[in-house]
C-alpha cells in the first residue's frame, strides 16, 4: 500500500530565505511522486513530478525535489522564497500500474513573512 | 488554466437531500477522477472512470456514485448527505492507461450540508 507523510503541517520562512518541505512516502514498488500547490479557493496544479528518470527534478516557479530512495523522500525546495509562493503544497505517491491514482498527504501551508 | 471545468462552484444543501456535481475534462482526456477534500486535509480519492467505467474507488459508502458519458464528461451523485459531507469536491482528468501521467485539477466544487 502507499502512503504519504508531510512533516509540518505549516511552515514559515521570511522573504529571500530557502524554502524545505518535507515528505515521506511508503510504496511497495518503485514510485511516482509529485507535488501540488493550491491557492486559496483554487483546485491543485502540479508543480513537478518524479518518473523514475532524474533524481532531481525541476518544476515551475523554481522549485525542485530530489528523490531519495535510501531515506524513502521527496523534499521540496526553493533557495529563495516570495510572497506569492504563500499557499498549501501538497505530496503525492503512485504505485503506477494500469490505473493511476495517487494518494496524498495532509498538506504544509507556506506562510511567507516580509 | 487546466482545462478541467466544473459546476457548480459553491452551493448549500440540507442533509438528507442529494446532490449533483458536474465536470468537463481536458480535451482528449479519457480519465476523470473525483476527490473529496475536507478542510484542512489533503484530497482523498472517492473513484475513477475510464472510458465510462469504474476503474477503482476509494473508501466511500455507494451513496457516493458517479456516472462518466461518452464525451469524457463526468457527474457525482451523493445521496443522503450528512453533515460531514460538506468539503470541496475537486474533479481531475487525464489521459489514462500511462503509469505517472500527469492529472489535471478543476477549481471545485465548494459542497456545505447544514
Known amino acids: 500500500a502507499q502512503s504519504v507523510t508531510q512533516l509540518g503541517s505549516h511552515v514559515s520562512v521570511s522573504e529571500g530565505a530557502l524554502v524545505l518541505l518535507r515528505c515521506n512516502y511508503s510504496?511497495?514498488?518503485?514510485?511516482?511522486l509529485f507535488w501540488y500547490v493550491q491557492y486559496p479557493n483554487q483546485g491543485l496544479q502540479l508543480l513537478l513530478k518524479?518518473?523514475?528518470?532524474?533524481?532531481l527534478v525541476k518544476g515551475i516557479n523554481g522549485f525542485e525535489a530530489e528523490f531519495k530512495k535510501s531515506e524513502t523522500s521527496f523534499h521540496l525546495t526553493k533557495p529563495s522564497a516570495h510572497m506569492s509562493d504563500a499557499a498549501e503544497y501538497f505530496c503525492a505517491v503512485s504505485e503506477g500500474g494500469g490505473s493511476y491514482i495517487p494518494t496524498f498527504g495532509r498538506g504544509t501551508s507556506l506562510i511567507v513573512h516580509p | 488554466e487546466t482545462g478541467v471545468t466544473q459546476s457548480p462552484t459553491h452551493l448549500i444543501k440540507t442533509r438528507g437531500q442529494q446532490v449533483t456535481l458536474r465536470c468537463s475534462s481536458q480535451?482528449?482526456?479519457?480519465?476523470v477522477s473525483w476527490y473529496q477534500q475536507a478542510l484542512g486535509q489533503g484530497p482523498q480519492f472517492i473513484f475513477q472512470?475510464?472510458?465510462?467505467?469504474?476503474?477503482g474507488r476509494g473508501n466511500f459508502p455507494p451513496r457516493f456514485s458517479g456516472l462518466q458519458f461518452p464525451n469524457y464528461s463526468s457527474e457525482l451523485n451523493v445521496n443522503a448527505l450528512e453533515l460531514d459531507d460538506s468539503a470541496l469536491y475537486l474533479c481531475?482528468?487525464?489521459?489514462?492507461?500511462?503509469?505517472?501521467?500527469?492529472?489535471?485539477f478543476g477549481e471545485g466544487s465548494w459542497l456545505t450540508v447544514v
Open positions: 510504496s511497495s514498488v518503485p514510485p511516482y
Open positions: 481531475a482528468s487525464s489521459l489514462g492507461g500511462v503509469s505517472g501521467n500527469t492529472i489535471y
Open positions: 518524479y518518473t523514475s528518470a532524474a533524481t
Open positions: 480535451s482528449g482526456h479519457n480519465t
Open positions: 472512470y475510464y472510458r465510462e467505467e469504474e476503474n
